[in-house]
């Protein structure tokens, strides 16, 4: 399972970046004025999500293992569809550097454990970089794991 505890923490040091959906461990004013997915603090491919309008309307929601954890919230944000399918991307960075990304697409708006992924490793090319390369196979290579 990941750990969604860390979104809110990272929206009040970033405020600013155009790339990060405001978060937080209530439903604030502001995310009912936008909508908000609410995400289980931790949780496994998209289980225990439900996306809620600016007018307080469940949108999507998906079951799960996880409904009687703590939740957060976290600005919903709509996805474009392309092809019939709703692509998220993620990010690894480890120790400040970009180290790769994931796409993970669905035919709905939560992407769930049926979900084609793909991961791609960033490759470190200076002698410098060996070190960090180094942990970054290694943290890919315990994500790739969880993941199958």
């Given at each position: 399972?990941?750990?969604?505890?860390?979104?809110?923490m990272?929206y009040e040091s970033?405020k600013?970046?155009?790339?990060i959906?405001?978060?937080?461990?209530?439903v604030?004013?502001?995310?009912k004025?936008?909508?908000?997915?609410?995400?289980?603090?931790v949780?496994?491919?998209g289980?225990n999500?439900?996306?809620?309008?600016?007018g307080?309307?469940?949108?999507h929601?998906s079951?799960?293992r996880?409904?009687a954890?703590t939740?957060?919230y976290?600005?919903?944000?709509?996805l474009?569809?392309r092809d019939d399918?709703?692509a998220?991307?993620?990010g690894?960075v480890?120790?400040?550097t970009a180290?790769?990304?994931g796409i993970r697409e669905?035919?709905?708006?939560?992407?769930?454990?049926d979900s084609?992924?793909?991961?791609l490793?960033?490759?470190?090319t200076?002698h410098?970089?060996?070190?960090?390369?180094?942990?970054?196979?290694?943290e890919?290579?315990?994500?790739?794991?969880?993941?199958?």
């Amino acid at each position: 399972p990941s750990n969604k505890a860390i979104l809110p923490m990272i929206y009040e040091s970033n405020k600013d970046c155009p790339f990060i959906l405001p978060a937080s461990y209530e439903v604030t004013e502001e995310l009912k004025k936008t909508g908000y997915a609410t995400k289980p603090i931790v949780g496994r491919v998209g289980e225990n999500i439900t996306i809620t309008s600016s007018g307080g309307e469940t949108l999507h929601q998906s079951q799960g293992r996880f409904g009687a954890r703590t939740l957060v919230y976290q600005e919903k944000f709509d996805l474009p569809k392309r092809d019939d399918y709703y692509a998220i991307l993620g990010g690894w960075v480890i120790g400040g550097t970009a180290a790769g990304v994931g796409i993970r697409e669905d035919k709905t708006i939560i992407t769930g454990v049926d979900s084609p992924f793909s991961a791609l490793r960033f490759a470190f090319t200076s002698h410098n970089d060996d070190a960090l390369a180094e942990e970054a196979k290694s943290e890919m290579a315990e994500a790739a794991q969880k993941i199958e």
